[in-house]
């Protein structure tokens, strides 16, 4: 079986030029090629010598997921649906915007954390996706929107929002984030690459160590006790756990806050004394908020808070001097916006027709 290159950062790429007989420089070479130029055809890369292109086209290959349905929003954004085998399929959301371009991409076949509002975890857990699958839903994305007048790509920020938990698959989300980052690769800022994660503490500490980019933290509760209801993991790291990890986090991170995503539901989070609780928990936490209008999705039985609400709840985290936006629903017509994304996962957890969980009210 050929070596999908997609599967390596920059050293893991140098490593095995070094196991073919190759100097370290080749790796950087086809990198930018790889990634600059979005090339997958060695017999094009013509600055490189005609041996080593013919010993790439029998040992290894650049290959990304394949594209099964691609669906364009009235806004403007784009969602792909990509075959990752064995059944499985992840989406990946284009959202563009006047000044950036951005894509949410996918870590996970499904989800197996379960969290009561969101399509994908509704739907169960696979496996994680290897780096290439990670790192080929950006080189596709660029591939197919191609560049812009000033021949740049139009993808400028990377959200590892999609489907599934990225800490939970730590190892390869940290291989694509360092593609990312890589000035022979894509070159984004780590203030342009976020990582979301519902609350995995000790993977939480890793990152900051080996990684630091923008973190984004999926709060949902301003208690444990609805914590527990609306996003399970909670149970096993705590509200204040996951604040002293966000804390700690701080300390190398590209900015100097945290974002809190908040998802209003009708009736079960969005209440005034919700939001005065919320401002008492994170007082001593540098951060923003980004309120996210509940997205429904079939069989879900919870309902979009309203407007009034919405407003209610953000001018009380306002008046506390806690920067809060309302985040703009995209791609809801094609079932693209955020908590909607659900693929195709053959379930390994076999939680799919389970009944949802009802909360409190």
């Avoid at 090629?33 to 010598?49: L, P, Q, R, V």
């Avoid at 309120?291 to 919405?310: C, G, M």
Wanted: charged letters at 25%.
């Amino acid at each position: 079986m050929k070596q999908n290159l997609l599967d390596f950062d920059a050293h893991g790429l140098t490593t095995y030029f070094a196991e073919i007989g190759e100097k370290p420089f080749r790796a950087k070479q086809v990198m930018r090629w790889m990634y600059k130029e979005g090339e997958s055809d060695f017999a094009a890369m013509t600055d490189i010598a005609v041996s080593l292109r013919d010993k790439l086209m029998q040992k290894a290959s650049i290959d990304t997921p394949t594209i099964m349905r691609e669906e364009l929003s009235d806004d403007g954004t784009r969602k792909w649906l990509l075959d990752v085998g064995t059944g499985n399929a992840v989406e990946a959301v284009y959202i563009p915007e006047a000044t950036r371009g951005t894509l949410c991409i996918s870590s996970q076949a499904g989800c197996a954390l379960d969290c009561s509002f969101c399509s994908t975890g509704k739907q169960g857990f696979n496996r994680n996706l290897s780096v290439a699958e990670i790192v080929g839903q950006l080189w596709w994305a660029n591939h197919q929107l191609g560049k812009n007048a000033e021949g740049n790509w139009p993808i400028s920020n990377v959200v590892m929002m999609g489907m599934g938990e990225p800490l939970l698959n730590f190892d390869n989300t940290v291989t694509a984030l360092r593609v990312m980052l890589d000035d022979h690769a894509y070159g984004l800022s780590r203030r342009r690459v976020t990582v979301s994660t519902s609350g995995v503490v000790p993977a939480m500490d890793r990152l900051r160590e080996e990684c630091p980019v923008a973190l984004a933290v999926s709060l949902h509760a301003p208690n444990d006790k609805l914590r527990d209801e609306l996003v399970p993991i909670n149970q096993k790291y705590p509200l204040k756990e996951l604040l002293a990890a966000c804390m700690r986090y701080l300390e190398k991170a590209p900015r100097d806050f945290i974002t809190f995503e908040y998802v209003m539901l009708d009736g079960v989070n969005d209440t005034v004394q919700h939001a005065h609780e919320l401002v008492r928990l994170v007082r001593d936490v540098p951060c923003k908020f980004n309120l996210i209008p509940f997205n429904p999705f079939p069989q879900t039985h919870y309902q979009r808070s309203r407007p009034d609400a919405i407003a209610r709840f953000r001018d009380v985290l306002m008046q506390a001097n806690i920067v809060t936006t309302t985040r703009k629903t995209r791609g809801d017509d094609i079932a693209a916006a955020c908590g909607q994304l659900a693929g195709q996962v053959q379930d390994k957890t076999k939680r799919t027709g389970q009944r949802p969980v009802v909360l409190h009210r």
